[in-house]
């Protein structure tokens, strides 16, 4: 237990390992994996996933800005890294600086990093498609001429054609293969093929899975990484064989018994309905313990059983009830999250995806490493 607050995550690296060998297995062994580590890899804590991942044979990182590509450098990780959004003219000298390749929707941000540049060690760029998703990336249309400016700047080396899949939750979904047809039609045309060195990426974690022609030469898996099933909530990471990689921990602060009709916490919204014990864990919606988890939208687990929340979640504390549970410690361990309450039940009981709950867990709560969840 640590010295501080007795709240943290746990992050287990051997579970890591597994699913990125999942998502390294499901392609040719040609095929690079590049995982994506982008928002300190989605919670989990980016520099300890990296090194982890790089004893594993990541090939590169991706991240979403420059700041993660520099933060990523300065705790000594030295392998290729690509920022993927959020770049601007403005940050080109920084992207050079931190020796990072960069995904280019605007020829304003190309010039910025070939002025910035080395012919010597070109920058590594990739020309963003929007190929459907709408977002970043240039125009089919635009591609043949941009590739012909970009092949002027000898500070900049054009690795290939990128895109990103809207629809990859559904496999099925007719939008993945109209979108990886006119992929697979820009990156054939010759003026690709002639003006770039044929490093095409397009799938995340759910085609890197699930959709072999959306592989190329690199994969960008993220989510499954961190094992949630990237096809919630048509799956669960049960099913498509990845591993719990985070579980969140705490112990009760302090019980106390109340009569029946005792109202409780902020706005006495609950008032038991019989004689209660309860218990206070220090956890609250400063650290992302999401507030609609509270009056018995969620629950903890403790000795192996559900403790709904009674009340509302404060910013630094929840109160359980825990009068269905005779044998409790004073300082009784607690899992917030994890197991029978996993990141795929808190997006459904708070209707969102467990993106959002990995990268909502805040600062405040240290994460501590291990390499199996029995080695506590
Ligand atoms: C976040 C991101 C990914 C990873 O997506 P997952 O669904 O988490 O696997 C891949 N590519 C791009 C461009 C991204 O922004």
Not at 89 to 99: F, G, L, N, P, Q
Request: aromatic share 6%; proline share 6%.
């Amino acid at each position: 237990m640590p010295s501080g607050r007795p709240t943290w995550l746990k992050v287990d690296l051997s579970a890591l390992r597994h699913n990125y060998l999942q998502a390294r297995n499901a392609s040719a062994a040609t095929v690079e994996t590049w995982p994506v580590i982008k928002a300190d890899g989605y919670g989990v804590g980016a520099v300890a996933v990296a090194r982890t991942l790089i004893r594993a044979g990541a090939d590169g990182f991706c991240v979403a800005m420059v700041e993660e590509a520099e933060a990523l450098r300065i705790a000594g990780i030295d392998a290729p890294l690509v920022v993927m959004s959020s770049i601007t003219a403005a940050s080109a000298e920084r992207i050079v600086a931190a020796k990072a390749h960069a995904f280019i929707s605007d020829i304003g941000v190309a010039k910025a990093l070939a002025h910035h540049g080395l012919e010597s060690h070109p920058t590594p760029i990739y020309l963003k498609v929007n190929t459907g998703m709408g977002r970043l990336g240039v125009e089919p249309g635009e591609v043949d001429d941009l590739l012909k400016e970009l092949a002027r700047y000898p500070s900049l080396r054009v690795m290939g054609l990128v895109s990103h899949l809207a629809c990859a939750d559904q496999p099925e979904h007719p939008e993945n293969g109209r979108q990886i047809a006119l992929f697979q039609a820009l990156v054939g045309s010759s003026t690709v093929q002639q003006l770039t060195a044929g490093r095409h990426s397009l799938a995340n974690s759910g085609g890197t899975v699930k959709i072999p022609t959306a592989h190329h030469a690199w994969t960008r898996p993220g989510i499954m990484l961190y094992g949630a099933s990237p096809f919630f909530p048509h799956s669960s990471a049960h099913i498509d064989g990845l591993q719990e990689v985070i579980t969140w921990h705490s112990h009760i602060l302090k019980q106390r018994t109340v009569p029946a009709g005792t109202s409780l916490g902020y706005g006495h919204s609950q008032t038991t309905a019989c004689v209660s014990r309860l218990g206070v864990i220090p956890v609250g919606y400063a650290d992302g313990y999401r507030r609609r988890l509270g009056n018995g939208g969620g629950a903890v687990l403790i000795a192996g059983q559900k403790a709904p929340l009674l009340g509302r979640v404060c910013m630094d504390m929840i109160t359980v009830d825990l009068t269905h549970l005779p044998h409790i410690t004073p300082d009784e361990p607690v899992l917030l999250l994890g197991n029978a309450f996993n990141i795929e039940d808190w997006a459904g009981t708070l209707q969102t995806i467990p993106y959002e709950i990995l990268c909502q867990i805040g600062d405040r709560v240290p994460r501590v490493y291990g390499d199996s969840p029995s080695d506590s």
